[in-house]
Antibody, heavy 123, light 108 residues
Framework: QITLKESGPTLVKPTQTLTLTCTFS??????????VGWIRQPPGKALEWLAL???????RYSPSLKSRLTITKDTSKNQVVLTMTNMDPVDTATYYC???????????????WGQGTLVTVSS | DMQLTQSPSFLSASVGDRVTITCRAS??????LAWYQQKPGKAPKLLIY???TLQSGVPSRFSGSGSGTEFTLTISSLQPEDFATYYCQQLNSYLALTFGGGTKVEIK
């Protein structure tokens, strides 16, 4: 049974760095063809993909946010960490982490999601 | 930049209706497309990947088609539990894994 759960601050101040942790179970990020991604959703708005890390440490970032994002994994702890620098009120959103399979280089969609964590950016 | 445009952004339908949602990509993405369903306050649920492959456990009234730049999600007979917002997402990892803007399906 695959589960994921996001954790981190619920409130950050403008210009601060946000660090979110995704703790998962039911799979290993050392298993080939597995990845974990981050997606966010501002209140009442659409989903936005942020970053993805694969089992082989290959990393992908949203081009529009690439300069502010870093994604890393700790296989021994079953965790993926996302950092986002220079937070702004427009970054207020629910942040989700999600599991993805990639078969023969073909992503198969985010099939398991965490419950999401609301992060508010305000002074 | 990769963009996905969904249409319509909102639709009103009745139980039993056949519903079609379109997703257009700004560049060709072969069959690298997924569809998700999201209900208020919940995480999205994967319905379809590879444009037309039904995710395990998803009812067969959902189907997907298309390739290149134009894709459709069809619900053959809308059920009460299908009222939700639907998103497409491109899955080619050499491009941004962009989501579409969403289509909200409401009860007529």
């Amino acid at each position: 049974q695959i589960t994921l759960k996001e954790s981190g601050p619920t409130l950050v101040k403008p210009t601060q760095t946000l660090t979110l942790t995704c703790t998962f179970s039911g799979f290993s990020l050392s298993t080939s063809e597995v990845g974990v991604g981050w997606i966010r959703q501002p209140p009442g708005k659409a989903l936005e993909w942020l970053a993805l890390i694969y089992w082989d440490d290959d990393k992908r970032y949203s081009p529009s946010l690439k300069s502010r994002l870093t994604i890393t994994k700790d296989t021994s702890k079953n965790q993926v960490v996302l950092t986002m620098t220079n937070m702004d009120p427009v970054d207020t959103a629910t942040y989700y982490c999600a599991h993805i399979r990639s078969r023969a280089g073909y992503n198969q969609g985010f099939d398991y999601w965490g419950q999401g964590t609301l992060v508010t950016v305000s002074s | 930049d990769m963009q996905l445009t969904q249409s319509p952004s909102f639709l009103s339908a009745s139980v039993g209706d056949r519903v079609t949602i379109t997703c257009r990509a700004s560049q060709g993405i072969s069959s690298y497309l997924a569809w998700y369903q999201q209900k208020p306050g919940k995480a999205p649920k994967l319905l379809i990947y590879a444009a037309s492959t039904l995710q395990s456990g998803v009812p067969s009234r959902f189907s997907g088609s298309g390739s290149g730049t134009e894709f459709t999600l069809t619900i053959s007979s809308l059920q009460p539990e299908d009222f939700a917002t639907y998103y497409c997402q491109q899955l080619n990892s050499y491009l941004a894994l962009t989501f579409g803007g969403g289509t909200k399906v409401e009860i007529k």
